[in-house]
């Protein structure tokens, strides 16, 4: 069948019917009425009937039946990522003049020199997107941008470290992994440990919160931006918390005692709920203590002690004082842990509760820490109490 509009010249489309193997396929071609008139009727390919268009022209007559259109290549849906930086390390290979041995012997010094928490010192040898190459002995290495000093970082203009270039560095050792050719350093490192031997334990230290994890949350010190601590989730408050950003968000300020500074695993341990006095310290102060006598304790109490005795890691529990607290009435059998000096020696003061009945005792346990004594503390006191 032909289609002709109402333009002139005349363009007609017509279709064919083609027999392939036993079907008939149809075929699509365009011509101008000139042509058209030069072709002779053929009943196996062509019809010769034609109707004429007064309309517009059909869109498909802009289309060529035998010829395709070539198919757009496909776009580009995701972008390579930057090589991490123990990728890049391993990309930097070694000196070529630089022996096996003399190889292995770098990696070697760099591992004891990680364990010993000392500093070493590299050139600079070039720049990436991850950070900067460096040169240690032999041996090629990488400082990500994230452990560089952050004054070096603040004053190169977007992060251009190519001045740097033939310049030494000082730098501890993250990573030195001889089978990868792995050599990870950090200058950041260096300048944070400094920071560190300056400060002391109990001292209390103005900070920023800038991340939240669920067991605690880091903080930057003010005025040292290359010092970051640890706020743990039992330092944060005196009550009892699910979860850290319950009381702690991104970018709110805190203060914050010092309970640790470690320069040579380069940590600061920080709390926030040593700042003010504990409750129970408060409402225990406020009883009429009694020495302990034998055979004063109820039974749960009594049963808390002997379980205490037996456990594993506990070498002695001696009960000192009790009290009644009429105001203060527990429906189970709560265990307090009460902080005191004694600690690193192994020695810890716990306070035992059951109706008005208070009871303080001293256990010692120089295997565990404090949060394992803790733990055996709620452990025994919840077993004791459903029996």
Known sequence: HCLKDSLTPYIHLCWRLVPVGTKMRASWSTFPESKLRTLGPNPMKMSSRCFLSRGPAPRVLIAQANKRTPEAPLPQLTRPKP?????????????????????????????????????????????????????????????????????????CANGNLSKLTGQQLKARVVTADASRKELVLSERQV?????????????????????????????QVKGMPEVVGLVHKSEVSWDRIMTVDQVLSVGQELVAKVLSADPVNVRLTLSMKQMSTDPLTLSLDNLAWETYASGSLGTDMQGLVDA????????????????????????????????????????????????????????????????????????????????
């Open 191 to 219: 300048a944070t440990a400094e920071a560190l031997s300056r400060i002391q334990p109990g001292e209390v230290l103005a900070c920023v919160v800038t991340s939240v994890e669920d067991y605690g949350a880091f903080v």
């Open 308 to 387: 205490l005795a037996t456990s594993v890691g506990v070498d002695s529990v001696k009960p000192t004082r009790v009290a009644q607290d009429p105001h203060h009435v527990a429906q189970e059998l709560e265990v307090y842990l009460v902080r005191s000096d004694r600690e690193a020696e192994g020695d810890y003061t716990a306070v035992a509760r059951l109706g008005v009945s208070a009871m303080e005792m001293e256990l010692r346990a120089t295997e565990l820490n404090r949060e394992q004594v803790k733990q055996l503390l709620q452990r025994v006191a919840s077993r004791i109490f459903t029996q």
């Open 83 to 155: 090589a991490t930086a123990a990728q890049q390390a391993q990309a930097q290979p070694p000196a070529p003049s630089a022996s096996p041995s003399a190889i292995a012997d770098a990696y070697q010094r760099a591992s004891d020199a990680k364990a010993q928490g000392e500093v070493v010192e590299v050139k600079v040898v070039g720049q990436n997107e991850g950070g900067v190459m460096v040169q240690y002995g032999p041996v090629r290495g990488f400082i990500p941008y994230n452990q560089v000093d952050p004054a070096r970082l603040r004053a």
